[in-house]
């Protein structure tokens, strides 16, 4: 049975950091791209970041480039997100997703198969 939990969400104010982890289990972690996505109220899940199997590629939306990085550790079946200079609009609902594709172009919510719970962040302004 596949679980992703991600965890490291809260509160913070605008122009802060955090960082996001999401621990895998039950698949064989480096045998699968993740990705981090974000949904807030009214609006669509949308793509955050993704890295490759490796880690050595990875895909940043425009609206966190510079500001958000994704990594990956398969030794410790995690991926993270580091999120730094946290602006308001990135308020949302944080998911962590594993797929089974080695690279998607374009990341979508169809081209992931197994998601977490999600970590809410909050950022005032």
């Known amino acids: 049975q596949v679980q992703l939990v991600e965890s490291g969400g809260g509160l913070v104010q605008a122009g802060g950091s955090l960082r996001l982890s999401c621990a895998a289990s039950g698949l064989t972690f480096s045998s699968y791209l993740m990705g981090w996505f974000r949904q807030a109220p009214g609006k669509e899940r949308e793509a955050v970041a993704q890295?490759?199997?490796?880690?050595?590629?990875?895909y940043y939306a425009d609206s966190v480039k510079g500001r958000f990085t994704i990594s990956r550790d398969n030794a410790k079946n995690t991926v993270y997100l580091q999120m730094n200079s946290l602006k308001p609009e990135d308020t949302a609902v944080y998911y962590c997703?594993?797929?089974?594709?080695?690279?998607?172009?374009?990341?979508?919510?169809?081209?992931?198969?197994?998601w977490g719970q999600g970590t809410q962040v909050t950022v005032s302004s």
């Open positions: 997703a594993a797929g089974s594709r080695s690279w998607v172009p374009r990341p979508k919510p169809s081209d992931y198969d197994y």
């Open positions: 890295i490759s199997r490796s880690g050595g590629t990875t």
